[in-house]
């Protein structure tokens, strides 16, 4: 069974820097894309950053050039390296990954559990 491990939530001050992890364990599927989506209090949850390939990524406009995503193949894990951070991006961010599994020609979407990321003073 695929899981995903979230990791580096937490809260910061305005302006602070935070990076989240994900891991992927017990796939025996291609991971493709992997990216994370946040959801605020009341709001939909909402794409911040995707990549898919080591230098193919896509950002929300809300976050292009403060936030940097990346991903270790090595160890089926994505980062999200989230700098000069404001009151805005506080919410739970949520890891996602897309995994495609040649013995059933099929993809599979995996969410994680959430990491809450608090931006306050």
């Known amino acids: 069974q695929v899981q995903l491990v979230e990791s580096g939530g937490d809260l910061v001050q305005p302006g602070g820097s935070l990076r989240l992890s994900c891991a992927v364990s017990?796939?025996?599927?291609?991971?493709?894309?992997m990216g994370w989506f946040r959801q605020a209090l009341g709001k939909q949850r909402e794409l911040v950053a995707k990549i898919i390939s080591s230098s193919t990524t896509v950002f929300a406009d809300s976050v292009k050039g403060r936030f940097t995503i990346s991903r270790d193949n090595t160890k089926n894990t994505v980062y999200l390296q989230m700098d000069s951070l404001i009151p805005e991006d506080t919410g739970v961010y949520y890891c996602n990954v897309m995994i495609y599994v040649l013995t059933e020609d099929r993809y599979f979407e995996v969410w994680g559990q959430g990491t809450l990321v608090t931006v306050s003073s």
């Open positions: 017990g796939s025996s599927g291609t991971i493709q894309n």
